[in-house]
């Protein structure tokens, strides 16, 4: 694959100038477009078969909710794109920092019909595919839907063959996930004002507790209870936001069904984890093999996490947080305070590498309501090859315990899969590190990325302004692997109608898959 970095691509639309964004005719959905545009310079000119290009879009503020508004309540920016003839598939693909806000990416093809159209509502990336596109001058809008001073980049890639075609045909093997982890960022000491902070979608009814500059809380209610009643018995928290990505060949699927579970007696009421864990039950991997076969093995449990209201797959991440004593000589790394564990209900909501293509749309998971992170019969929880996902520091069990350590620098890990319960391609890159300083209640953030900490040299650093945004060298590098909700009645019937027919068990350990 031929990559480009088209940092000269300009935006075309409405052509800015000195005075603003210049009037211009305007498209529905539904019919053609005909935007004034300016011609740009590349290499050749042309997105020629296997070529990507990559570049800024710039920043937009506004809401334009329909095509038929844009440039007339804020600015909608046409880009244009010369594609070669011979191509299998368009992608046309973007990011912006924060899934708060909304674009709404518009693909016309050389006559200037719609072919394709996609939101990034609630995710960080969102892609419009287009198949076998013809050869000509195609044009990109970029509307923002709900926007507030947001960033974005784009890329597209015109290609010879589909992602998942790479890994048929041949020998069956096994196409594996290769879990690794989003470095922590976000920081704070502000505990969420919500107490319903497990509600989806998170982003936008969880602000932080904080009046006139003072937050009087840190932890959550369910974090501060009592171990003895199910809490985490948490004082002092140092809140982040982290997530699991897969940069396998294969996607990360991992199924379980509480009715069956609790009919045959292998899922259990967990009372001393009453306000995280409060339904136990035995979890499986369903492995995917390159003829299209599925055999399935144990990976550990699920449970039901009655915050969030959904089902999570245990475990998967595990934090741990550690005082720098000797930043001068190898970091001096000393375990601080107490490490914590969080459950998941992942979703495919960012790319786990902006310059790979190799992104899926299988979508096992989803932690809307109607899927199946909340289902008890046909439950699934997993990721799509390329994609990940991140809880962010609102969510219950984003934090590592502070309480009682001093001013200075520390290192917080994030681990992915840390029992090794996962049969996945590597098991040595699930670590990622965060290096900060923390003086009173305030958090630098000095340095992130997959690793250890900032002394491993082989470390790889992300130094954009979103989850995974990193160099074009470390993105590079990376791309070598890969080739919350609402109360639902029904499924509170359920899940009270299993937990009546289950024993209370006490907390017993699960045995390595």
């Known amino acids: 694959m031929r990559i480009s970095i088209r940092a000269g691509l300009v935006v075309l639309s409405a052509a800015f100038t000195s005075s603003g964004w210049a009037h211009a005719d305007h498209a529905t959905a539904s019919a053609k477009a005909d935007f004034p545009v300016r011609e740009t310079s590349h290499a050749d000119g042309i997105l020629a078969v296997d070529e990507a290009w990559f570049w800024d879009g710039g920043t937009l503020d506004g809401r334009v909710p329909d095509g038929a508004l844009c440039d007339l309540t804020a600015p909608c920016p046409v880009f244009a794109v010369e594609v070669a ?35 990034n509502a609630n995710q960080f990336n969102s892609e419009v595919l287009v198949d076998a596109p013809a050869g000509g001058r195609w044009t990109v809008r970029v509307r923002p839907e709900a926007v507030t001073r947001a960033s974005f980049r784009l890329r597209a890639k015109l290609e010879s063959e589909l992602p998942e075609e790479r890994f048929t045909g041949g020998a069956r093997r096994a196409l594996l996930p290769n879990l690794r982890t989003v470095p922590p960022y976000e920081f704070t000491f502000v505990a969420p004002a919500n107490p319903l902070n497990g509600l989806y979608p998170p982003d936008t009814i969880n602000p932080p507790l904080e009046v006139a500059g003072i937050a009087p809380l840190s932890c959550t209610a369910d974090e501060m209870a009592p171990p003895s009643l199910g809490g985490g018995g948490a004082v002092d928290c140092l809140r982040f936001t982290s997530g699991p990505i897969n940069l396998g060949p294969g996607i990360y699927d991992m199924r379980f069904s509480l009715l069956e579970d609790a009919l045959a007696g292998t899922a259990y009421l967990n009372l001393e984890e009453l306000l995280a864990r409060t339904v136990v039950g035995p979890k499986l991997q369903a492995v995917h093999f390159s003829d299209g076969s599925v055999e399935f093995i144990p990976a550990g449990t699920y449970s039901f996490h009655p915050v969030h ?66 289902s008890p019969v046909g439950g699934v929880l997993g990721l799509s090859v390329g994609w990940g996902d991140v809880y962010r520091w609102q969510r219950p069990g984003m934090y590592v315990e502070f309480g009682g350590q001093p001013n200075g ?34 958090i630098e953030l000095l340095e992130r990325g997959w690793g250890l900490d900032p002394w491993d040299p082989d470390k790889v650093v992300f130094d954009g302004p979103g989850p995974v945004q990193r160099s074009a060298t470390a993105a590079g590098a990376a791309a070598q692997d890969s080739g919350g909700g609402g109360a639902l009645p029904l499924l509170s019937l359920l899940l009270a109608g299993a937990c009546a027919g289950m024993r209370y068990r006490r907390r017993r350990p699960v045995a390595p898959a």
């Open 85 to 119: 003839d011979g191509g299998r598939r368009l992608r046309v693909g973007i990011d912006t920092p924060e899934r708060l806000d909304t674009f709404v990416v518009e693909v016309f093809d050389p006559q200037g019909a719609l072919a394709g159209s996609d939101s």
């Open 309 to 374: 209201f959904h089902f999570h797959d245990d475990y998967v991440l595990s934090f741990e947080l550690y005082a720098v004593t000797d930043p001068e000589h190898g970091g001096g790394l000393t375990p601080a305070g107490l490490g914590t564990k969080s459950g998941f209900c992942p979703a495919d909501q960012l790319f786990g590498d902006w310059a790979d293509f190799g992104q899926g749309y299988e979508t096992p998971g989803g932690d809307s309501p109607l899927d199946n992170c909340f």
């Open 409 to 442: 620098r520390y290192v917080v890990r994030s681990i992915v899969d840390a029992e090794h319960r996962v049969l996945e391609t590597n098991d040595g890159d699930n670590v990622s590190y965060a290096y900060i300083e923390v003086q009173g209640r305030t």
